[in-house]
């Protein structure tokens, strides 16, 4: 029975390493400022080939370890992001603080939490990882194939109830505050000793940012007026190159003021749909943005049907 169960584990570890061979995107730390480093992920869609790790992470070494700022999306993906974080420092994972519930954000977790790590989050992020978790299971199996075996949605078991939080570690202080932009729940966390912003899915640089059906145009309008006047010097977004408060504001800010302003004021005057979408259609400010053909016109009608209901 016992020599089973080895076997069996022998088989799984087995595959895991031929299905990490397979996967062609491998996570690298660039230093963002004294001690806090950003993995920057590839801007297009998740795959074997980057086992589902289509976004940003970033993590901090403390004099008593590391903070690790969202998990990755699968076994797999974390055990990746374990290994960069490993080039840079021995220190263990003591800490991982989830700025999100949708897949990449936090379907790591289990990884790090078997290695000895706790895992926080503010307690609405985690409601909405247990809510959506089957759904992120469904969609990541769809894109990375057998490459999600072995992982586990885990939601953050240590949870903390308020709107914000500030948290301290080793000499580290983090600021965590809802954005609610993306998913209901989002957060970001704040270095003020630092500067940095790490915004989780608020800030989109490179790409367009994506309005989905649970998404608030509202809120991240709101939580980027919020984001800018903390006056990051880095900004370590949620998908794209880390940049700076200019770039954050071009990209994303502009387009959030764009969507609530323009599209908003559509929406509340009741002016039709198809024309709005059309009278918008060609913004040379954010044309340049990768996604923009695939994602502007339906970002632009879930505005729409958010200010329209208010
Ligand atoms: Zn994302």
């Not at 570890?13 to 400022?33: M, Q």
């Not at 926080?120 to 985690?126: E, Q, S």
Request: aromatic letters at 10%.
């Amino acid at each position: 029975m016992l020599k089973h169960a080895a076997l069996l584990l022998f088989a799984t570890f087995a595959g895991l390493l031929a299905l990490s061979a397979r996967a062609d995107y491998e996570p690298r730390a660039e230093r963002v400022t004294d001690n806090v480093y950003a993995i920057v992920g590839p801007l297009g869609q998740r795959s074997a080939a980057n086992n589902g790790l289509n976004a940003n992470f970033g993590f901090i070494v403390t004099a008593e370890g590391v903070i690790l700022i969202d998990s990755g999306a699968s076994l797999l993906g974390a055990a990746q992001i374990a290994t960069a974080i490993g080039k840079v420092t021995d220190k263990p994972v003591r800490w991982v603080i989830n700025t999100g519930s949708q897949d990449h954000r936090w379907l790591g977790n289990d990884l790090f939490v078997s290695r000895g790590a706790e895992v926080i989050a503010l307690a609405r992020t985690a409601a909405t990882q247990a809510e959506y978790a089957g759904q992120q299971m469904d969609g990541l199996t769809r894109f990375l194939g057998e490459s999600i075996m072995g992982t586990k949605p885990l939601p953050a078991p240590k949870t903390i109830a308020g709107d914000s939080a500030t948290l301290e570690l080793g000499g580290e202080t983090l600021m965590l505050a809802y954005t609610d932009a993306h998913f209901p729940g989002d957060a970001w966390v704040w270095l003020p000793k630092r500067k940095v912003m790490f915004s989780g899915d608020l800030v989109y640089v490179d790409r367009l940012l994506g309005v989905l059906p649970w998404s608030s145009v509202k809120n991240g309008q709101k939580a980027f007026h919020a984001l800018a006047a903390l006056k990051p010097a880095y900004i370590v977004p949620g998908h794209g190159r880390v940049c700076d408060l200019a770039q954050a504001q071009r990209e994303t800010g502009d387009y959030y003021d764009f969507l609530a302003g323009k599209v908003g004021a559509a929406a509340r005057e009741m002016e039709p749909l198809a024309a709005t979408l059309d009278r918008y259609a060609e913004l040379p400010a954010f044309r340049h943005l990768e996604n923009y053909e695939g994602l502007h016109r339906t970002n632009m009608s879930r505005a729409f049907t958010e200010f329209e209901s208010q």
